[in-house]
């Protein structure tokens, strides 16, 4: 659970709140995660429309106000709020769509279409429900991911990066790497720095590539928003890369710590899966246990 202030965000964890820099957005939102697909349609329909609706009920409410009022101040204060209001809600329900931000006319749109457009919608859900759920990445729904990992199927970028999360967490290193290739190919400094540290990651443990691990790393340096986690994790990487044990060791060990305050959840559980795993490559790399072997 978080709740966002500007450009600062609290949020909850094992110890209490936590105040974490985030990038600034304009305007307030309230987000949904569902616990299941069960009934995704109706509720993200339901959740969706509840936007414009609270815009034309204060359009109403205000319009009303000023309708009543006997003098010119309090008059034009609610006759502007209500048209404000109204001309809100008429522009939300446009349908249209940057980046993973759907206006709420597009998610009404694809929750009455279904299909394709709907399951692009319920995978854009996915992360967020893991970060919410126990639901591990591994978990996620078989025809949900198959739409995507059929290469035959046109993808979104954020869509390759969903196939990277999922197929490394199911063990699969070699299958997930592709993925990792299309989505890093298109990746520009306005995109999260979450996904140049898992490059990081992937190729300073998997590839033994310090060169590009630390390039991916310093991608990232200027994402003020980035968990602790996930920073240390892609340090790691890239120090055992340069054959930095020690350092790789310590800094496993400080994102773990950071891992154990968090609230309990399938995200959680992947990454701590993605450090024990660099762990234990640190472990059979250690001079000891290559003199023993």
Sequence with gaps: MYYRVGPYRLIQNRAG???????????????????????????????????????????????????????????????????????????????????????????????????????????????????????????????????????STICTPYDRYLAYVHLLDSDNADAAFPWLARYAAEWTKADPGEHAVKAAYYLGVYQHNRAAADLWLKRASTDKSLRPADRLRAQAAAAWAGGRNDEAERLARAALVELDEELPNGWVEYQRARLNYLLQRVAATAPDAMIVG
Aim: with cysteine.
């Design 17 to 151: 709140w936590r105040v974490r820099w985030t990038k600034l957005q304009f305007g307030g939102a309230v987000c949904s995660i569902p616990s299941s697909f069960a009934t995704f349609r109706w509720s993200i329909g339901c959740f969706t429309a509840g936007g414009p609706a609270a815009s034309l009920f204060q359009a109403i409410v205000c319009g009303f106000a000023a309708w009543l009022s006997h003098s010119p101040t309090p008059f034009w204060i609610f006759a502007f709020t209500a048209h404000m209001a109204l001309l809100i809600g008429i522009f939300n329900l446009v349908p249209c769509r940057q980046g993973l931000q759907f206006s709420d006319g597009e998610q009404l749109r694809r929750a009455l279409r279904g299909g394709a457009l709907l399951d692009e919608l319920k995978r854009v859900s996915l992360a967020e429900m893991s970060m919410g759920t126990p639901l591990r990445p591994r978990d996620w729904l078989t025809e949900l991911m198959a739409q995507v990992l059929d290469t």
